[in-house]
């Protein structure tokens, strides 16, 4: 082929349209630049909703060791390798998916911007990317799943106190078309994050964040109980922050505000919520329930140890996915980078093994894929777009985050994702 018949690449492309824009006074609407990216979400959000995406438990060792592991690791690009064409699809349960990336399950997405779940969705949709709808957000999956067409979605679920709860967000996963299921392990006590406990703010409070259950017709039977009150819990004063957040509360839950004001109806949602939503005594054998509930693959999120791994593989599990929840459960907790390379060697060969946390670039995805990750989760990263300038800049991010892998990638002498193997990485101390 003669080099003027090349196909134009992703990368090429959004090169082509960033700099010929520019050329008539356009600047991207969301900075490449990731420190950049984060001070202008942050200039947009309310300080407790950037307190809430930003941070992580205790001291935030987690958050900087996640992205600290990746400067152990140094790429060592191979020359004269021909990389004309550069293909970046990599192949996941079956199917292919566009880039080997796809977007971590993130809550509360409303604290970003405005309807943040649907506009994820939609910039999902346009640009290809799966999206993993998380247990925590503020609209139904229906509601996401239906902007989004045969795009591929996965569903993340928190194991709740109610078995049946989780039967019926499992069937609506399901039928919502989403093709598999993200167990999350270690949420079952929400971390100690010193943000939020000195903004005393958790959005739940507010009614954020609860659209998965409120739409759900067990959680509404659960609703009609009469859950005992917790005897810790301090008496409820009214004051006037209390009064606003009754107003928020009836504002966010769905139907008509007046109504929400007066019936008492999401004091009583986020209080089941409240009462149900997490279970500690989670252990592996209750993983044959969930197990025997669907036929779609089921990947447990939030595995660091190996033998924890490999115990998954035992009971049926299909994938891994080696996470720290983005350093917001446990201060001092490993990087999952740093830990990557040991699941892989216990579980690699049998199951896909993906990783989040820390992911920022094109070569975090390039080094993680070296070193034996079949795909990687973006994060704080897409919200972050969202929170500039909603749908477009998750567009944006997701655009960037392409360009950025397939240069990478073919700078670094391959012209395929198999192609990326360990030899391309030095270990530098
Ligand atoms: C604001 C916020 C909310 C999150 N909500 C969820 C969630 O509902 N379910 C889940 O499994 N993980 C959740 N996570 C963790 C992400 O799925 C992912 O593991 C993490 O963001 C990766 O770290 P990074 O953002 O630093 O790349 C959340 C993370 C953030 C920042």
């Not at 997405?109 to 943040?116: I, Q, S, T």
């Not at 089941?272 to 779609?296: A, G, V």
């Not at 201060?331 to 892989?344: C, M, R």
């Not at 073919?410 to 012209?415: T, V």
């Amino acid at each position: 082929m003669d080099s003027n018949q090349l196909p134009t690449s992703q990368s090429i492309a959004r090169q082509v349209q960033i700099y010929l824009e520019g050329a008539s006074g356009k600047k991207p609407l969301v900075p490449t630049n990731l420190t950049d990216l984060e001070r202008e979400a942050k200039k947009r959000m309310s300080p407790k909703g950037y307190g809430y995406m930003a941070g992580g438990a205790g001291e935030e060792s987690t958050i900087t060791r996640n992205r600290e592991a990746f400067e152990n690791w140094k790429i060592v690009p191979r020359m004269l390798q021909d990389v004309s064409t550069r293909d970046i699809t990599t192949d996941l349960f079956g199917k292919t998916l566009k880039a080997p990336f796809l977007l971590a399950p993130i809550g509360v997405l409303d604290l970003a911007y405005k309807n943040g779940d649907l506009l994820t969705a939609k910039a999902a949709a346009n640009t290809g990317i799966p999206m993993i709808f998380s247990n925590q957000a503020s609209y139904s999956m229906e509601q996401m799943a239906g902007l989004m067409g045969n795009n591929p979605k996965w569903f993340q679920l928190y194991w709740s106190k109610s078995n049946r709860l989780v039967e019926s967000l499992i069937k609506r996963a399901e039928n919502s078309g989403c093709e598999a299921i993200v167990l999350t392990l270690d949420t079952t006590l929400l971390g100690w994050r010193l943000r939020d406990l000195d903004l005393a703010y958790l959005p739940f409070l507010e009614g954020n964040g609860i659209g998965q259950y409120t739409s759900d017709p067990v959680f509404k039977e659960l609703m009609k109980l009469d859950l005992p009150e917790d005897p810790n819990a301090p008496k409820r004063r009214v004051t006037l922050q209390s009064i606003a957040t009754l107003i928020k509360l009836a504002q966010n839950y769905p139907g008509s505000f007046f109504k929400n004001l007066t019936s008492g109806e999401p004091i009583k949602a986020v209080q089941t919520f409240i009462n149900i939503y997490s279970r500690p005594n989670l252990t592996f054998e209750d993983l044959p329930f969930l197990r025997k509930l669907t036929k779609l693959p089921i990947l447990l999120k939030g595995v660091l140890h190996p033998e924890d791994a490999i115990k998954a593989c035992e009971y049926g599990i299909d994938g891994i996915i080696v996470s720290n929840h983005g350093g917001r459960q446990v201060n001092g907790a490993v990087s999952t980078f740093e830990v990557l390379p040991e699941i892989v060697n216990a579980v690699g060969h049998k199951v896909p093994v993906l990783m989040d946390s820390g992911i920022r670039t094109g070569s975090d995805i390039f080094k993680a894929l070296a070193l034996g990750a079949k795909a990687v989760l973006l994060g704080r990263t897409y919200c972050y777009g969202l929170a500039i300038a909603g749908q477009k800049g998750v567009e944006e991010v997701i655009q960037n985050t392409i360009a950025d892998f397939e240069l990478t990638m073919g700078l670094a002498g391959c012209k395929a994702v198999n192609e990326i193997t360990s030899g391309h990485l030095k270990k530098v101390n």
